[in-house]
């Protein structure tokens, strides 16, 4: 199978997890978002190219998590960006 290993950057700061981590398959994006804000989460390969956007909306403070699948990906690493504020 395809392995992909998600990079956990700044984990604390938006209690943020990817798991399983590497993956094969379907992986899950957990966070809390503090305050009401747009939140972007994109997936980026190892040039950091966008190869997935998984949201681009505006959302109420609280954890969310979101269901991702990699079998459309190469395999290889790839990060998760998580961008809070104007989108």
Known sequence: GTYVGIDEINRQQLAFTVSPNPTSGDARISFNNPDNAGVEVHILNM????VM???RDELPSGNYEFSIS???LAKGIYFVQIIAGEV
Do not use: E, I
Not at 47 to 50: D, E, L, R, S
């Open 47 to 50: 040039m950091g190219q966008n």
């Open 70 to 72: 990699t079998s459309q």
């Open 53 to 55: 956007t998984v949201n």
